[in-house]
C-alpha cells in the first residue's frame, strides 16, 4: 500500500471540477442560489411594509376631514388609492383586496369636534395577515393629537389631556391578529408545490436514467396521453393532501371556513393541474435526478419568499412584487385565503383564477413542445 500522493489527490481534483463545469444545471445552481437568496433577504424583504393602499369615505367635505386625510398619509403607512361612494363600495374595496384599510369619516364628525362631543373615525383594516398591518394600525394611536394640531387653536384647543376625537380601528377578517389563520391556508399552496412539482419532475426523470422511458417512447402513445397518464394519479395525491390540510386547518387551528367554496375549488384544481405540469417540463429538461430536484429547488424558493406566504407582499419592492405577481403560488394564496377567511366569490376572485388559468396553458403546451421534441 503506498503513501498518500498529493499529485494523485489533485488529479481527482481536477477531474472532478472538469466533471463539475459539465454539468451545466449544478454549476448555474451553486452560483445562483446564493445571489437569489441574498437578493430576496436583502432588497425584498420587508417585515413591516408602508404604502399600504387605503380607500376613504368622506361623509363630509371639511377641514377637519381633509386634515385627517392629510395627517394618514404623511405618516407613509397609508396611500388613498380610491375614494368610496357608499359603505357598500368601501367594503368591497376591502374584500376583493384592491384596499388594506378602509377610513370612514362621519357626516358629523366636525360638529363633533367642535363641541368637544366624542367624536370618531372609522379604520378597518384587511387583518388577514397581522403582520402586513401591524405598525400601520399602531401608528394611528398618534393620529388624534397630532391630526387637528393647527385646526384647534384657541377657543377651539381641546382640553390638556383629552383627544379632539377617537380612532375606532377594526380588524377585519382576523380580529384576534392569530397568525395561525394566515400561515395555515397559505401551507396549502406551499405543500402542494413543495410535493407535486418535485415528485413528478423526479418520478419522470427516473424513468429516463433507468432507460424505461426509452421502452414508452417507442410505444404508439401521444405525447398528451403519456402526460395524462403519467399525472392522474398525482392529481388524486394533490386532492388527498389538500383535504388533509384543510381539515388539519379547521380541526386543530380553528381556522374560518368561509362561503367560498367554488372559487377555492376551482383554485385548488387549476394549481394542481399547473404545479404537476411544471413537474412534467422540468423533468424534460433535467437529465438527472439530481439536476430535477435542483430545478424544482429554484422554482420553490421564490414562491415561499415572494407569493405574501412568509412575508406582508405589499412590503416588498415594486420590483419583488412584479416577480411576485408572475409566481402562481401568489394567485392561489390569494384564493385560499380569500374564500377562507373573506367568503369570496368568483366575482371577487375572477382575476387570480385566470392568472392560475394562464400558468395551466402556458406550462402545459411548454411541456407538450419539450416532450415532442424529446420523442423527435
Do not use: C
Not at 363630509?60 to 398619509?73: F, Q
Not at 392569530?178 to 426523470?205: C, D, E, Q, R
Not at 439530481?290 to 414562491?303: G, R, T, V
Amino acid at each position: 500500500m503506498t503513501g498518500l500522493s498529493g499529485l494523485r489527490v489533485l488529479a481527482v481534483m481536477v477531474k472532478e471540477f472538469k466533471q463539475l463545469t459539465r454539468d451545466r444545471i449544478t454549476y448555474a445552481m451553486m452560483l445562483a442560489i446564493p445571489i437569489v437568496q441574498l437578493t430576496l433577504f436583502g432588497y425584498a424583504i420587508n417585515t413591516e411594509p408602508r404604502h399600504l393602499p387605503t380607500a376613504v369615505l368622506m361623509q363630509e367635505d371639511s377641514r377637519y376631514a381633509r386634515s385627517i386625510t392629510a395627517a394618514l398619509k404623511n405618516s407613509l403607512y397609508f396611500d388613498f388609492v380610491a375614494q368610496a361612494r357608499s359603505p357598500a363600495d368601501l367594503d368591497r374595496l376591502i374584500r376583493n383586496g384592491e384596499a388594506q384599510f378602509a377610513v370612514t369619516v362621519p357626516g358629523d364628525f366636525s360638529r363633533r369636534v367642535a363641541r368637544g362631543d366624542k367624536a370618531q373615525i372609522l379604520v378597518e383594516a384587511d387583518a388577514t395577515d397581522p403582520s402586513a398591518t401591524g405598525g400601520a394600525v399602531a401608528a394611528l394611536a398618534a393620529l388624534p393629537d397630532q391630526a387637528l394640531a393647527h385646526d384647534l387653536a384657541g377657543a377651539l384647543a381641546p382640553r390638556m389631556g383629552t383627544a379632539p376625537f377617537e380612532v375606532v380601528v377594526h380588524r377585519r377578517y382576523n380580529p384576534e391578529a392569530i397568525t395561525a389563520y394566515n400561515i395555515v391556508p397559505g401551507l396549502l399552496g406551499i405543500i402542494l408545490s413543495l410535493t407535486l412539482v418535485m415528485m413528478t419532475a423526479l418520478s419522470v426523470t427516473r424513468e429516463t436514467e433507468r432507460g424505461t422511458m426509452e421502452t414508452l417512447l417507442s410505444t404508439p402513445l401521444e405525447p398528451l396521453e403519456v402526460m395524462i397518464g403519467k399525472l392522474a394519479p398525482y392529481v388524486m395525491v394533490g386532492l388527498v393532501q389538500t383535504a388533509i390540510i384543510l381539515v388539519m386547518a379547521r380541526v386543530l387551528f380553528h381556522v374560518p371556513m368561509g362561503g367560498g367554496w367554488l372559487g377555492l375549488s376551482l383554485g385548488i384544481a387549476l394549481f394542481i393541474t399547473g404545479s404537476l405540469a411544471l413537474g412534467f417540463l422540468i423533468s424534460t429538461v433535467a437529465r438527472s435526478q439530481l439536476a430535477a430536484m435542483q430545478m424544482s429547488f429554484f422554482y420553490i424558493l421564490p414562491s415561499i419568499l415572494l407569493s405574501g406566504f412568509m412575508f406582508p407582499f405589499r412590503g416588498m419592492p415594486a420590483w419583488a412584487q412584479w416577480i411576485g405577481e408572475v409566481i402562481p403560488v401568489t394567485h392561489f394564496l390569494r384564493v385560499v385565503r380569500g374564500s377562507l377567511l373573506k367568503s369570496q366569490g368568483l366575482g371577487d376572485q375572477w382575476r387570480e383564477l385566470l392568472a392560475l388559468t394562464a400558468f395551466v396553458l402556458v406550462v402545459t403546451a411548454l411541456a407538450m413542445a419539450r416532450y415532442r421534441r424529446t420523442l423527435d
